[in-house]
């Protein structure tokens, strides 16, 4: 079953490393695949509390597992990303 949740993820330029937030997603309790962590995720509301509640939540969501290191899992995962860059993701 898959299923999907907001986690800090960690990435290498270069000598620096920086973390986002991205959307992980789960086959079988086991990250299959994760948003790309090049676009700043849209966060939308109806109104100001509505954007502060999801930022809440993404908050949330995210501080419950460890980080996610996007360079080892891409490492582990070498057919996924070439399948992604031949679609033009």
Do not use: C
């Not at 993404?58 to 399948?83: S, T």
Request: charged share 35%.
């Amino acid at each position: 079953m898959m299923h999907w949740n907001y986690r800090i993820a960690k990435r290498l330029h270069g000598n620096d490393v920086y973390y986002t937030i991205v959307e992980a997603y789960y086959e079988n309790d086991e990250v299959d695949m994760y948003s790309d962590d090049s676009t700043p995720l849209g966060i939308y509301g109806e109104d100001p509390e509505e954007v502060v509640r999801v930022l809440e939540m993404m908050l949330a969501d995210a501080v419950k597992g460890p980080v996610l290191d996007l360079d080892e899992f891409d490492a582990q995962h070498p057919r996924d990303i070439e399948e992604s860059e031949e679609d033009g993701d």
